[in-house]
């Protein structure tokens, strides 16, 4: 429907890039579909981050996990 009520070309100047005589649907769906691919992007990496982060908790809670096992263990006097 946006595109049959809206036909007529426009021009699109970004900075670096001039295009002239585009479809004013083409340009929305464009820009919907680059918007869609930056968060997909974005959620990406940011749980990557998060896994990132919990192996390396998970990693931390071993060692003092395996600390407090060793401190809390019963001493054994030297026999000398």
Do not use: C
Request: without cysteine; glycine residues 4%; hydrophobic residues 50%.
């Amino acid at each position: 429907m946006f595109a049959y009520s809206n036909p007529e070309p426009i021009d699109i100047d970004v900075g670096f890039a001039k295009l002239e005589r585009v479809s004013l649907a083409l340009a929305f769906a464009f820009v919907f579909v680059a918007g869609w691919l930056f968060g997909l992007i974005t959620v990406a990496l940011t749980l990557v981050r998060h896994a990132t982060e919990k192996r390396r908790l998970k990693k931390s809670l071993r060692h003092a996990e395996a600390e407090l096992t060793t401190l809390r263990a019963p001493q054994t006097e030297d026999a000398n």
